[in-house]
């Protein structure tokens, strides 16, 4: 069974800092391409950003230069370090981790930990 169990979320003010990590159990981190999205009150789910299994990484453009995706392979974990803060940037940040498989795509989403920049 795979899970996906994000921390780090929290209230900061504009122009602060905030990591957020995912620890994924199960044998699918390895496989898998990492990511992180975000959903605002009233919005749709979007992308924020992915790495693959060779640390290949992919932004929203709303977030390039100011976040950064990693993972450690050996930890099972991704992370997201995001600077500079804005209000807009307030949403519920979900991992997910995806991989395709002969027949299939397999798709895993954490439980959201919640983003509030106010000040």
């Known amino acids: 069974q795979v899970q996906l169990v994000e921390s780090g979320g929290g209230l900061v003010q504009p122009g602060g800092s905030l990591r957020l990590s995912c620890a994924a159990s199960?044998?699918?981190?390895?496989?898998?391409?990492m990511g992180w999205y975000r959903q605002a009150p009233g919005k749709q789910r979007e992308l924020v950003a992915t790495?693959?299994?060779?640390?290949?990484?992919n932004y929203a453009d709303s977030v390039k230069g100011r976040f950064t995706i990693s993972r450690d392979n050996a930890k099972n974990t991704v992370y997201l370090q995001m600077n500079s803060l804005k209000p807009e940037d307030t949403a519920v940040y979900y991992c997910?981790?995806?991989?395709?498989?002969?027949?299939?795509?397999?798709?895993?989403w954490g439980q959201g930990t919640r983003v509030t920049v106010s000040s």
């Open positions: 199960g044998s699918i981190f390895s496989t898998s391409v």
């Open positions: 997910n981790a995806n991989r395709v498989i002969p027949g299939a795509l397999e798709n895993y």
């Open positions: 790495v693959t299994r060779s640390r290949s990484t």
